[in-house]
DNA sequence: ATCACCTGTAATAATAATATTACATGTGTT
DNA sequence: AACACATGTAATATTATTATTACAGGTGAT
């Protein structure tokens, strides 16, 4: 779940869906509390959250709750720094060290292909 | 369906799938016919042709229908030269054309977001 | 105490992606 | 004629993703 082949893949699944791209695009203004993002994306918050965590489990964002002046819990989203250059070349590289644990020995149907 | 935005999209959409990034990494070495591909990614060939159909849609690779010396109808897939810089700036950029049908105009749920 | 904000999650519904099975067609060879 | 090998697709099952609903908790201000 750590090797860089399985960091790119977690990472075409985090971008692999129009509203976090959206996400991406907006934190990179300017970083911002969940709430605020929410509104802004139109997005409900418990739907914003999954994508969130997804974008975060990726690597592409980082949270971390603040606590405001007047004493309230806030979460604040931005942006990490990233580049990945997608080319034949680098994905081939990427899959050397993808763990699929979904890589059978043996093919899943008849000799029928 | 065409426009920079949703080409990326698709781009993304394409690679977020280990089967599918095998395949690119695979025809990187020399160009295959489907079923030779099938044997050597350990796949049924139906299912083979949904992901080749995703990566060609996306623009990875491309395939062709040729007939070999004894008259079999042999369809090679090759792979396109291609190059994403995926950063924040180049997904700003993307998302800007990205024409996204699920865009609403009111929030999708109540307002205790 | 009620309101207006905020965070966080569990349970479920709806939808999309993935995978399998079964069949159609064609060629050349034994 | 039966076999080995090729393409192509329709119908279906399985699984994963996405989305919604309904709650829990907290703070400060009216």
Redesign the interface.
Known sequence: METP?NK??Q???A????HR??I??CL?VNRMYV?EL??EV????P?LYMHLQRLEAAGLITGNLELSDDGKAMKYYE?T?????????S??E??RT?T?K?A?E????KE??
Chains 1, 2 share one sequence.
């Not at 043996?106 to 149907?109: A, E, L, Q």
């Open positions: 082949g790119w893949l990472v075409f699944e971008l692999a869906n129009p791209l959206r991406v695009a990179r709430s929410a509104r139109r997005m409900s918050r739907l942006l720094e990233f580049e990945y250059v997608v080319t034949p070349e994905i081939t990427a899959v993808l699929d979904a059978p043996t093919p899943h149907t029928d292909n």
